[in-house]
């Protein structure tokens, strides 16, 4: 059976005044069930709340826009409030309980991107909401309400009964919340727009990587990540994981043309992938991009916290560190046409700025 790795959008699940939650079907984009790998996004309009709720899946939360704050509970420990923005990039362990508020005028949009291969559906994140409508109190009887927090059931009654909300709900804006704290940011989160850079070349490509050195939690997630801004009509070097990883690909801003290659050399995607739109490179394929006039940046998850990639273009590519007898044989070209083709690329890493 042939893989459909064609981008999709993100389809609407639920929402209403207070913003809205957004997902990556499996049934449309299959490599998600293949990968075990969930995609969603959370959108929450100005006083926007989204009610705190747990996953069954570990996850990387990247805020693509806007301004907020974040509510995060790890298991048995207190509630850490962060202020979060664009271009932060939070790993969220199994088990952690979450709430996220927006009281800016701009809208807050927040990335989710993590591993299902201990989910209730392979592809799809499934969370569970303290409350609301279809949160724990609504499932308890009173009985059992009552006695695990030992109310009256007077007051039980009054708690069960207001919960009418779903997900998201828009908060008065008198509401007073937590104001988030500076402490509470590092070690939790990390700006991947402010942090230092692991690649930088001059009309080529900027790369900053997560992984446990700069973001110790995500070897609990299991994920590393990165933020790729490619610049104009640049090349990102042909490669691909070598340690069995899927690379699993948001757009964040821009556009470009995008192609894979597969088992027995076929070319299995060639495209053009613009803001919004997700895909995922199957373990060991070679991926190239090319970013349109105004540039390109994506935000991606690899299935390992400390991923190693091998490029089969630039100074660091395979192809250098093979000998030139190698070369000839394995191309069968004369030795002219193998001195031409190793001639180039010595200096480049893996972003090609566009011909001149």
């Known amino acids: 059976m042939e893989l459909d790795l064609t981008p999709k959008l993100a389809k609407k699940l639920y929402g209403g005044d207070g913003g809205a939650y957004y997902a990556w079907c499996p049934n449309e984009l299959p490599m998600l069930r293949e990968g075990n790998i969930g ?6 309009e100005k006083n926007g709340f989204a009610l705190p709720r747990y996953s069954d899946s570990a996850k990387v939360a990247y805020v693509l826009q806007g301004s907020g704050v974040t509510g995060i509970v790890l298991p048995e420990k207190e509630e850490k409030v962060l202020p979060i923005k ?24 927040v990335l989710f991107l993590g591993d299902t291969s201990k989910a209730h559906k392979s592809g799809s994140f499934t969370d569970f909401s303290l409350t609301g409508s ?17 109310l009256d059931e007077s007051v039980v009654k009054t708690l069960v009964g207001s919960q ?33 850079l692991d690649v930088d070349i001059k009309d080529g490509g900027k790369v900053v990587v997560l992984n446990t050195k700069n973001l110790p939690l995500v070897g609990e997630v299991g994920l590393g990540a990165d933020l790729v801004r490619l610049n104009g009509k640049a090349m990102c070097s042909p490669g691909f994981s070598c340690d069995s990883a899927l690379q699993v690909t948001y757009i964040v801003r821009g556009s470009g043309r995008v192609q894979v290659v597969g088992v027995d050399g076929k ?23 090319i970013a349109d006039p105004d540039g390109m940046d994506w935000f991606s998850i690899i299935t390992t916290p400390n991923p190693i990639f091998t ?37 480049e890493e893996i972003f090609f700025p566009p011909p001149n």
């Open 267 to 289: 070319r299995v995607l060639e495209t053009t992938i613009k803001a919004g739109s997700l895909f995922i490179v199957p373990r060991f394929f070679v991926v190239s991009k």
């Open 39 to 44: 995609a969603a996004k959370l959108a929450l």
């Open 311 to 347: 490029h089969l273009a630039g100074r660091t590519s395979v192809w250098k560190a093979l000998s030139p007898e190698v070369l000839q044989a394995a191309f069968g070209v004369p030795p002219d046409v193998e001195q031409k083709f190793s001639s180039k690329r010595k200096a």
């Open 134 to 150: 279809n949160g724990i109190f609504t499932g308890f009887s009173t009985e059992f309400v009552s006695r695990a927090w030992d």
């Open 86 to 109: 664009k271009g932060d990039a939070i790993a969220l362990p199994f088990g952690v309980v979450t709430w996220w508020h927006n009281k800016e005028d701009t809208e807050l949009v």
């Open 164 to 196: 009418s909300r779903t997900g998201i709900v828009k908060l008065d804006p008198s509401c007073k919340m937590p104001e988030p704290k500076k402490e509470h940011y590092n070690g939790m989160a990390l700006n991947c727009e402010e942090a230092p």
